[in-house]
């Protein structure tokens, strides 16, 4: 039997029901506001750093040998400025049965030991009987391989640091009787095996003559082509090694060598659009891009040491 009173009651029941906020279906729309987040990144160096210097220790190097040991206090005070934690080896260019071994003893110099980084030369025990041809690629190469990776030059290569090869010579690499024609392209392998193992950069920077040769204050060189050569393949620095009095060179080589961070890591996905940077407290529209796999902000150009970077963005909606 039909009741118009439950007729009546079933339709104010489907009323209240479009009316409410309650929702027949399991998934319910839900309004909520956006999340602003903000995030706060100090510039500074990556933390470790290997140098190996390379150097030419025939005859002909006694001026530039002179320059370069007057020179180490300002090398030591830019890695002590920089606030990195940095370690020392040295090998020379002479052939002989002891080529890619580190010098001296201790055979690495690190911070503890920075009050005599001005006497590295003395340290390393180098004297100017370097025999031709002078092997400067081959040098590295050894070194940095086993068997002397893991025997003389044990401790040397850090699996989390960066590395830098300094080389200073007045002549060309002439490592063909160790490594083959094929110096350059292995002594290359060689730093990109490094990057690849340590995820951090390798690369050679070279004082040496400049693709003309050179004549000055600090004597005269051949051109030093196959330094060169690495230098610009890995991204290293170049100084001619006529110019004298070697401070300034030496400084900014140390201070070249430090890793400035780029990349800033976020702790969120940002909604399309919301990212703004600001570097030092003044608003950054332009110099940076942002990366995802992970979301990080990258910048063109490292900011400069000490630089405060704020990141604020609204967190994406998942």
Known sequence: MFHTRSSSALVA????????????????????????????????????????????????MSDEHDALAA????????????GVAWQVGVVTTDPGED??????????????????????????????????PASGIAAMVLALESPLRTDENRGFRRPDAALEVIVVSDGDDRSDAVLGPDAIDIGLSTLE????????????SAVVGPRGGCSGPGGSALPGLRYLELAE??????ASICEGHMESVIADLGASSVEWQTEFPLQATPETGSL???????????????ATGPDRVVFDLAPAPGAVITVRYTVADR
């Open 99 to 132: 080529l890619g071994v580190l010098r001296g003893d201790p055979w690495i110099l690190t911070p503890s030991e920075a009050e005599s980084l001005d006497l590295l030369l003395d340290t390393a025990a180098i004297t100017l009987l370097g025999r031709e």
């Open 233 to 238: 393949a890995t991204g290293g620095t170049t």
């Open 193 to 204: 095996a490094e990057a690849d193992s340590t995820g951090r950069p390798a690369r050679l």
């Open 13 to 60: 029941a489907l009323m209240l029901v479009g009316c409410s906020d309650f929702f027949l279906s399991r998934r319910q729309p839900e309004v909520a506001d956006p999340l602003t987040v903000t995030e706060t990144f100090e510039q500074a160096p990556l933390p470790r750093l290997d140098l190996l210097w390379v150097i030419d220790d025939t005859p002909s």
């Open 71 to 82: 020179a180490m206090p300002a090398f030591a005070d830019a890695l002590q400025e920089a």
């Open 276 to 290: 703004r940077v600001a570097i030092d407290g003044l608003r950054a529209d332009t110099g940076w891009s942002m």
